[in-house]
């Protein structure tokens, strides 16, 4: 962890880690090909996609070839094309998830440490999370309106759900022995609450967010498709479709599934960081 | 068939007046009663723990061994009887408690010394009565590992310490132990053993440990206290007054090894009951 306490442990410790270097030092020589496997899906697809432009199997006006399609990319999310509608379907994504977190969390908590309350929510909750969000966008539209409250409403509604069932679970789930163990020691229901219910929630609620915040931007942008929308990666895919201006379509769909993909890492490293325990 | 052979168990005595244990008890239990799936595990059980000894619990599985100093200990709800400590009740009294699944009883989001140092923060201590408290323990436990580290950084036996530790920690009048070295590799078993040997010996702390190792259950204890089938009811309470410390050479004493060879007998009585 920190300096000093690595310090300390190399006195108790050295003959480990000697050996651990002497068993390690051969293979750190070689190219360590095993970092290289997970490029070999995303070359082998760029390559069959690049041949079958190449051979006409697809008529370019539906598939155009790789390399045009990334510098379509490059060039939008460098200029006007794609990146402000980039940035406002991440605000908005962001918007909904920040909402559905601020009341799905406690609220979840808070169900999730009274079973009989989350007993009598549970099929509302199930059948909602069940519900495919966007069968309720025209629910919404009526309510909101067509604008851009409706777009983050909707959102942040489908990814409240997820939070509030993976945060509930998580108490519900808390491992019975550590609240014994607090219980012995004499903690309160409220000490427990926040020294060890909240704390055992902490990585299923992590999940939850995870999902949630994917769930957010697949409702954005399916939102942004057919909401009466001016921007957004949504719009501007649907739109590069209607007028087949297919490069840019690709592009805009690259560029949703990055920012998709980055959100997923990102929240995957949060986790690593907040959750250290989690799997040990 | 079965009330007749547990005819004495079965009597229904009109409910006694308290009736207080000998000199020199600690815990008294009387009348307790817990079903379980509307069978009773325990009915009107009586049962005096001296003070200051360690006391053995061994009996045949299912027979509620841990059930029993989880009652003692509050875990679980007991469905009549009564329990004492010197005469208070639970809630007046300081206990603490090391289950044998270290790995899902130390708070993996808090570091090892805050772990131990939790059920003082519990009391409201500060910083300084608390500092002054892990020196304590730290010292008395010869503690060669890195206390900074979070628990899942350390080895199983060092977890187990460092459980032990935290129920000490607040000088608890009773500690119970639930099988404390099931899940360790032997070596750590017999380290954590000698460790808890001289934490007896120092402060004199009043034990419960279920054991299912007969030979680890009357090396540590005063008392073996050997239970049947449930219905549970004492089978035995075996008295073995060896001296601490005790050693290896202890294991192969007449006094030990008759002990021993009477707890078998009595332990297999039972179960072919």
Wanted: proline residues 6%; contains cysteine.
């Amino acid at each position: 962890m920190t300096p000093e306490t690595s310090s300390a442990e190399t006195t108790a410790q050295a003959p480990w880690q000697s050996n651990d270097t002497a068993a390690y030092a051969p293979t750190q020589q070689r190219f360590d090909w095993g970092k290289a496997l997970p490029l070999v899906g995303p070359v082998v697809l760029l390559l069959i996609w690049d041949l079958v432009v190449r051979f006409g199997l697809i008529k370019p006006i539906l598939l155009p070839a790789p390399i045009d399609t990334l510098l379509t990319l490059i060039n939008g999310m460098a200029g006007p094309v794609l990146l402000p509608h980039f940035w406002v379907t991440l605000e908005r994504t962001l918007y909904a998830f920040a909402i559905a977190t601020a009341v799905g969390m406690p609220l979840g908590i808070a169900l999730g440490s009274n079973e009989r309350a989350y007993r009598s929510v549970e099929f509302v909750i199930d059948f909602f999370r069940s519900t495919p969000a966007s069968a309720l966008i025209p629910l919404f539209l009526l309510i909101f309106g067509i604008n851009n409250i409706n777009k983050v409403a909707i959102a942040a509604f489908g990814a409240f759900l997820i939070v509030i069932f993976n945060c509930a679970y998580g108490v519900i789930n808390a491992r019975k022995q550590r609240v014994a163990a607090a219980k012995v020691m004499g903690a309160s229901r409220w000490q427990i609450f926040k020294d060890v219910l909240f704390w055992e929630s902490l990585q299923p609620t992590f999940v939850g967010l995870r999902s949630a915040v994917s769930m957010a931007l697949v409702i954005v942008v399916v939102a942004e498709m057919f909401i009466g929308s001016e921007n957004g990666l949504g719009h501007k895919i649907i739109d590069a479709q209607q007028v087949m201006n297919v490069r840019v379509m690709y592009a805009a769909i690259m560029a949703a599934g990055i920012l998709g993909y980055a959100l997923n890492v990102l929240f995957l490293a949060l986790e690593k960081r907040v959750v250290h325990w989690s799997g040990r | 068939m079965n009330s007749v052979i547990n005819g004495p168990v079965y009597a229904d005595i009109p409910k006694p007046a308290f009736q207080p244990g000998p000199a020199g008890t600690h815990i008294t239990i009387r009348g307790l009663t817990k079903y379980f799936a509307g069978w009773p595990l325990y009915e009107n059980f009586d049962l005096d723990i001296p003070k200051g000894k360690i006391v053995s619990i061994f009996g045949p599985n299912g027979c509620g061994k841990s059930t029993l100093i989880n009652m003692i200990s509050g875990l679980v709800p007991i469905d009549k009887g009564e329990i004492l400590f010197d005469g208070k009740s639970l809630k007046d009294t300081k206990i603490g408690y090391v289950f044998q699944n270290y790995r899902e009883a130390l708070f993996p989001w808090m570091r090892t010394i805050d772990n131990i140092a939790y059920p003082l923060k519990l009391e409201g201590k500060n910083k300084n009565e608390v500092d002054r408290r892990m020196e304590e323990l730290v010292a008395s436990f010869d503690v060669k590992f890195d206390l900074n580290r979070y628990p899942y950084e350390l080895s199983g036996g060092q977890q187990q310490t460092a459980s032990i530790m935290r129920a000490l920690a607040p000088k608890p009048e009773v500690l119970f132990l639930d099988e404390p070295f099931s899940a360790l590799d032997f070596e750590m078993t017999l380290f954590i053993r000698e460790k808890l040997q001289e934490v007896f010996i120092q402060t004199g702390t009043t034990m419960m440990l279920v054991s299912h190792d007969l030979e680890e259950a009357v090396y540590l204890a005063d008392q073996v206290l050997l239970l049947t089938k449930r219905p549970t009811s004492i089978a035995e309470i075996l008295h073995y007054n060896d001296p601490r410390p005790r050693t290896v050479a202890t294991l192969s004493e007449a006094n030990f090894v008759a002990t021993k060879k009477r707890s078998l007998e009595v332990f297999q009585r039972e179960v072919r009951r």
